[in-house]
């Protein structure tokens, strides 16, 4: 595709309503704010943009199993307390959720974003017990650049080095990730992330050989870009020849919002109900 037609892949000018998209986002992160408890901008390291947002389960009883969400932004934009309307799809049904804030760039780059990310699972493994939840039942999803920090953290060769044990992460979902970040670099979206050739050979985990031990939901919304549907695919397709197990669920009738916010944080949704059922819920 010629450097024009990239724009347009990465960008959502072609997602109707957008505007109005955006406004019923963030009445819903406000309302479920408002609505359940929650433990706000604890930092898992100290250094900035190192912070996530806790939602324990309410109920009582046995340790609830953890959900770990990523946001998206393109790496360079974005916030958790933005994504907080996914609490209604995981809480009530005996979850806690677990929303990561990491640093963004350009002002730091690609390896202190997945070194972030990597950061926050350790310390949601080694601290979620005081507020409810099992560390012996982590699970991870993120939309779009958290598509992509899934997949980097899905790949278990950095556990060894962070002190964590092999099957930490007990299944995990990628949605409209970005796999191969070459693409990127010949778009709009480089003037600021500002990708070198020397990160999208580090940090494309469709072109390395993967070590994925837990169950992988690879999704993406049926009315997405080329770019994303066929990433997708693609990944799915990679990661199942690497061992992994997939199950690659393309989402009629969503796009790069509304797969989160009507399909992932809706409790009737398919893949709502396919990502409680990988935790057991």
């Known amino acids: 595709m010629s450097n024009r037609e990239m724009d347009r892949q990465f960008s959502l000018d072609d997602v109707e309503n957008l505007d109005a998209l955006f406004a019923r986002r963030s009445a819903a992160a406000e309302a479920a704010l408002s609505a359940f408890d929650a433990e706000k901008g604890i930092p898992y390291e100290d250094a900035p943009g190192r912070k996530l947002n806790i939602f324990p389960h309410a109920g009582k009883g046995h340790p609830a199993p953890v959900q770990i969400f990523i946001h998206g932004g393109f790496w360079r934009s974005l ?16 979850a806690m959720l677990v929303v990561v804030d990491y640093p963004l760039m350009p002002a730091c780059r690609m390896a202190d974003v997945v070194d972030a990310c990597r950061m926050a699972v350790g310390w949601t493994y080694r601290n979620c017990a005081q507020f409810g939840g099992d560390p012996d039942r982590i699970f991870i999803s993120g939309n779009s650049a958290g598509g992509h920090l899934v997949a980097e953290l899905a790949d278990r060769t950095w556990l060894d080095g962070y002190g964590l044990p092999r099957n930490v992460i007990k299944g995990t979902t990628a949605i409209s990730g970005i796999f191969d970040l070459d693409p990127v670099l010949r778009s709009f979206q480089n003037d600021a992330l500002l990708l070198t050739d020397e990160e999208i050979r580090a940090f494309s985990p469709l072109y390395r050989k993967l070590d994925i031990a837990g169950p992988l939901i690879v999704t993406v919304g049926g009315e997405e870009t080329v770019e994303f549907l066929k990433q997708s695919a693609a990944f799915a397709q990679h990661a199942t020849s690497c061992g992994a197990t997939v199950s690659h669920m393309p989402v009629p009738q969503t796009n790069h919002i509304t797969i989160v916010l009507d399909a992932l944080a809706e409790p009737g949704h398919q893949l709502n109900r396919a990502v409680r059922t990988q935790m057991g819920l």
């Open 79 to 94: 916030d958790a307390d933005l994504f907080s309307f996914l609490v209604p799809g995981f809480v009530p049904f005996g």
